[in-house]
């Protein structure tokens, strides 16, 4: 019988963490490191770490993979510098302790983009500390990993899933919904984003990871942009609230974020399942 494969996941507890767990292989064995010990599912529990580099050389042997995804989603000003200080810590380890592949999870936030959709190759113009530090992270993992593992940086679109940070358009607007009020829209139709269902990204992630090697960048989204007040639509719609209405004075912020994702597509044979308003309904099934 072929040994089942060591897979380490960081952040485990997270939200992309929790829909990895209910969607492995029965061909790894997981390993999940979080910031405290939790159940996380019935027979799910995380390994308490502080991620210091010789507590991590030790989690790591034996290990075929690991999965990235511990981070601090920092807003207003606040410091994300901790962020690349473990993204280093744990990319240090793998290193040390022979680990075959690392899969970091950055973000689509590298790029505010001029041209759409961006490809990898896209100039990166971060928008935020949090991207800033993804990218230090990403050349890092890169100069880390010469020669010694190989790594798959995975720049994820906006995730669609329930859980999401507390002030996002998306909680925001699920929150309003659950409660049967209408959205009230600050922006207009030219804001949107690309959003991939927790559930692909989740189907994807595993895809890389049971694949045969392979190293590089990838943009891994759904492959279409969705309007900020599209959005706020189909959750209403979904979820049988009232029609949004837009404010008189709408906000001048204008942003749009939407990636090329063939270059993971065609390499790794896969596609997404869900469209945002099939991820929606799934989602009230989980909720109702």
């Known amino acids: 019988m072929k040994p089942r494969k060591k897979v380490v996941i960081t952040g485990a507890s997270g939200v992309l963490g929790r829909y990895l767990l209910q969607s492995a292989p029965g061909s790894v064995e997981l390993v999940l490191l979080g910031r405290e010990k939790k159940e996380i599912f019935p027979g799910f529990e995380t390994v308490s770490t502080n991620y210091e580099c010789s507590e991590l050389v030790s989690l790591f042997q034996g290990v075929d993979t690991v999965i990235h995804l511990a981070a601090q989603r920092l807003y207003g000003g606040e410091d994300c510098s901790n962020n690349a200080l473990i993204d280093d810590r744990v990319f240090g380890a793998a290193k040390e302790s022979h680990v075959s592949r690392v899969v970091f999870l ?139 209405v837009f404010r008189d004075d709408l906000s001048p912020f204008f942003s749009r974020v939407l990636m090329n994702s063939e270059k993971f597509y065609d390499y790794f044979g896969w596609k997404p399942k869900w469209t945002v308003k099939e991820a929606l309904f799934d989602l009230k099934n989980e909720l109702v």
């Open 106 to 244: 950055s973000t689509c936030a590298v790029d505010e983009y001029d041209l759409l959709p961006a490809s990898e190759l896209s100039a990166m113009k971060p928008a935020t500390d949090y991207a800033r530090n993804k990218i230090k992270s990403e050349e890092n993992l890169s100069f880390i990993a010469k020669n010694k593992f190989e790594f798959v940086v995975l720049r994820l679109a906006q995730l669609l899933a329930l859980g999401e940070y507390q002030g996002s358009a998306l909680s925001v607007f699920l929150e309003k919904s659950l409660k049967k009020e209408a959205i009230v829209l600050s922006v207009n139709e030219s804001n949107f984003r690309e959003y991939i269902y927790a559930k692909d990204a989740a189907d994807a992630i595993w895809k890389v990871v049971c694949s045969c090697r392979a190293s590089g960048t990838f943009n891994l989204g759904s492959g279409y942009g969705c309007s900020i007040p599209g959005l706020a639509r189909a959750i209403s719609e979904v979820f049988e609230a009232p029609d949004p």
